[in-house]
């Protein structure tokens, strides 16, 4: 089973990094406190709705190439063992393995 990924933390990460560095650039620049309060809130809000864009995307992805790889490793274990010959195991080699039974047909 594979785990969900955390999307709503990660929009949150992006959207508090947001908030931090506007903060942050309206203490350097010398902006009024209510203006920086409200610079830093719409930041805040535009990267969290990026960070959910990004999450969903970055979720589905993963979660695509886990069941393509997964896929394509029970595909080549099969290949392995109906073509034993493309394996590079010989016609001889074969023979000399134990067979099984075959039930024979009753006509």
């Known amino acids: 089973m594979i785990r969900e990924l955390p999307t709503q933390i990660i929009a949150a990460c992006f959207a508090l990094s947001a908030f931090a560095l506007a903060i942050m650039t309206g203490l350097f620049t010398g902006a009024e406190t209510h203006t920086i309060?409200?610079?830093?809130l719409f930041a805040m809000l535009i990267c969290l709705v990026a960070g959910s864009f990004i999450a969903r995307a970055a979720k589905t992805a993963l979660t695509e190439y886990i069941a393509m790889t997964t896929a394509s490793e029970s595909m080549e274990a099969e290949e392995a063992l109906v073509f034993p010959s493309e394996q590079g195991i010989s016609t001889e080699?074969?023979?000399?393995?134990?067979?099984?039974e075959q039930p024979e047909d009753a006509s």
């Open 37 to 40: 309060l409200e610079r830093a």
């Open 93 to 100: 080699q074969t023979d000399s393995l134990p067979q099984t």
